[in-house]
């Protein structure tokens, strides 16, 4: 059973950074598609950055530069570091996976990615911007 639990958000001033986690338990990120996605108030979800089974990554144009996806393999835990934070960040942000099998719902990890592209979903981090 993939089981994905997001932490790290917070209430932050403009400019500032915070790194969210995502604790990964039943896959191992070298047979999955992982991604991070958001959702601002009124708003569908986002989807913001992957990473893919070979290590291969892609963040969106619109975040590129401010947020930055890894992972730790020891600790089976993805991040999403977010810089020079915006109050348009606000929002509630959850990560994603895919196991990479025949069966797989994605094709290509790859941004842009969809909610139909991901069947496992944390239960998100809030992550409020505002001076």
């Known amino acids: 059973q993939i089981h994905l639990v997001e932490s790290g958000g917070g209430s932050v001033r403009p400019g500032g950074s915070l790194r969210l986690s995502c604790a990964v338990s039943g896959v191992k990120f070298s047979s999955a598609c992982m991604g991070w996605f958001r959702q601002r108030p009124g708003e569908e979800r986002d989807g913001l950055a992957t990473?893919?089974?070979?290590?291969?990554?892609s963040v969106t144009d619109s975040v590129k530069g401010r947020f930055t996806i890894s992972k730790d393999n020891a600790e089976n835990t993805l991040y999403l570091q977010i810089d020079n934070l915006r109050p348009e960040d606000t929002a509630t942000y959850y990560c994603a996976a895919e196991p990479r099998t025949t069966a797989s719902k994605i094709i290509a990890c790859w941004v842009p990615v969809w909610d139909d592209d991901f069947g496992y979903w944390g239960q998100g981090t809030q992550v409020t911007v505002s001076s």
């Open positions: 990473l893919d089974s070979d290590g291969s990554s």
